[in-house]
């Protein structure tokens, strides 16, 4: 599993664990019923502490994004997911929008924003080949 965490930056580590698994789940990198590490196998791999990652995994448990069953491990909640993805959607939707309504106070025409929409995914698509990913 795939998951980054920064141990010198200010947001607790399992905060950040927590960030990156609702983020794989939104991507599709780990999809509903998939297992998910240990809580021993992913702190060796991220190199905290267990305790870390047993904290993500108890607060994600609350939060109904994973289900734990005694014996078998943990695994993303296909509901929770669902509910997430709805709530992605609708989170970068709104962004557009608001892009979209700033562009427009300039008084671009719905073809020069679609424009600068192509032309600002392009140079991402662009970025991503070279290794630049999203910056």
């Not at 795939?2 to 399992?14: A, C, E, M, R, S």
């Not at 060796?44 to 994004?65: D, F, K, M, S």
Request: charged residues 35%.
């Amino acid at each position: 599993m795939l998951i980054k965490v920064d141990t010198k930056g200010f947001v607790p580590l399992y905060e950040q664990v927590k960030a990156e698994i609702r983020r794989m789940a939104a991507v599709g990198a780990v999809k509903p019923q998939d297992p998910l590490p240990s809580i021993r196998e992913l702190a060796a791999e991220i190199l905290v502490n267990p305790n870390t990652v047993a904290r993500a995994y108890r607060e994600l448990e609350q939060e109904g994004l994973i289900n734990t069953q005694k014996g078998r491990g943990s695994f993303l909640s296909a509901r929770r997911v669902q509910d997430m993805n709805r709530d992605l959607e609708a989170h970068l939707n709104r962004k557009m929008d608001e892009a979209v309504r700033e562009i427009r106070k300039f008084g671009l025409s719905p073809a020069e924003v679609r424009k600068l929409f192509a032309d600002s995914l392009r140079r991402f698509e662009e970025n991503g080949r070279r290794g630049g990913g999203d910056e």
